[in-house]
């Protein structure tokens, strides 16, 4: 018996073989193959699955697909509301943490802030005046975000 | 589409879903394990269904899913245990046996060896191993998917090597005949395209497109 028509398409005995449950793993294998992407094919076959060829499953399927279904949709609403609560808590984190006056109190601490040395055309970063002005940089923003150290420093 | 649209879609069409299943995956448990993940994907992908061809559209689903376990399991038994180990399905085609194989074989010898393969194999393996096109070429000619085409030629190429292998055992002389003639450049791909030596048989390329 041929699976396949010359013309690559499966014959009419192939197709009785497949309903009939008479072909070989390899033979299955090349059948669903080409009724993945022939429609010819998969309309020929879809016309012999009709009254007593059909099979009755085992079990119902409408409710342990709807079980699957409706866990699919409450992992999709659940992932979005974690992904929510979690920025929600990083924020309020951020926020109470300090940021807050920082945010708030930009415009004064602005007047603040010590000359910061900008990067001169030209300047490459590693040692000399660049790596110089970074630290004078970060002994601003320290100076800024904690403002007791000086004081604790006197009193130490 | 509403879930109360999509379980009468499931009444309606179970039975054929699961009978595609169940006649390609002949398991039960693993046939309704088919069916449910066919209506899983064509839940996912209802807007998608064409209005009317519900029936073709479940049809085609539940193939594709017999389909991809069928594959799967079949490369599970081809695949010799310690392979991963020593690399040979990441090794470069050159060192594939298969390739290797059909590399020292006479051209005259694949070429019979082509062309007596049966359908589904004799197209992809006509164009690819013996007209030199690319499989993406290939898989635009005879309408197939390049996945399913390149599949079809690693299952060819495998049973050409063990139709090989059975006739030196039967006939061990032959080993010495094929030795002398020219192998077969598989590498050397549109070199003979290039050169207007590519032949015009009369071997139909099933669907061609459009």
């Known amino acids: 018996m041929e699976l396949f028509r010359t013309d690559g398409c499966l014959s009419d005995e192939g197709l009785q073989a497949l309903t009939e449950h008479k072909l070989d793993e390899l033979g299955r294998l090349e059948a669903s193959e080409h009724l993945s992407y022939c429609d010819r094919c998969l309309d020929r076959y879809t016309a012999l699955l009709t009254g007593s060829r059909l099979e009755t499953p085992p079990q119902d399927l409408r409710r342990p697909v709807m079980n699957r279904v409706w866990g699919q949709v409450m992992q999709n609403v659940y992932g979005r509301a974690m992904v929510a609560g979690i920025a929600a808590v990083l924020a309020l984190t951020i926020w109470g943490g300090g940021m807050r006056d920082v945010i708030l109190h930009r415009d004064s601490a602005q007047g603040h802030l010590p000359h910061t040395p900008l990067l001169e055309a030209g300047e490459s970063y590693g040692h000399g005046p660049v790596s110089k002005a970074y630290d004078q940089l970060f002994e601003a923003w320290e100076e800024l975000m904690l403002p007791d150290r000086q004081t604790n420093d006197l009193r130490n | ?210």
């Open chain 2, 1 to 210: 589409m509403t879930a109360f649209e999509f379980t009468a879609l499931v009444q309606r069409y179970q039975g054929l879903v699961y009978t595609i299943c169940h006649q390609l995956v002949p398991d039960p448990e693993e046939a309704q394990d088919l069916a449910q993940e066919t209506f899983l994907a064509a839940w996912r992908a209802a807007d998608r269904c064409p209005a009317g061809y519900e029936r073709q559209w479940l049809a085609r689903i539940a193939a594709n899913k017999a389909r991809d376990h069928l594959r799967s399991a079949w490369a599970r038994r081809m695949t010799t245990p310690g392979d991963e180990i020593l690399g040979l399905n990441s090794a470069p085609p050159e060192h594939d046996p298969e390739e290797q194989t059909l590399c020292n074989l006479g051209e005259q010898r694949l070429r019979e060896m082509v062309l007596a393969l049966r359908e589904p194999y004799l197209t992809p393996c006509r164009l690819c191993l013996l007209e030199q096109y690319a499989p993406a070429e290939a898989a635009a000619l005879c309408g197939r998917p390049e996945k399913t085409l390149r599949s079809q030629l690693t299952r060819a190429k495998r049973m050409l090597r063990a139709q090989l292998e059975q006739e030196e055992r039967v006939h061990p002389s032959k080993q010495n005949t094929t030795e002398q003639r020219p192998p077969a450049d598989l590498s050397a791909a549109r070199r003979r395209k290039e050169r207007g030596l590519v032949s015009n048989g009369t071997v139909s390329y099933g669907r061609m497109p459009k």
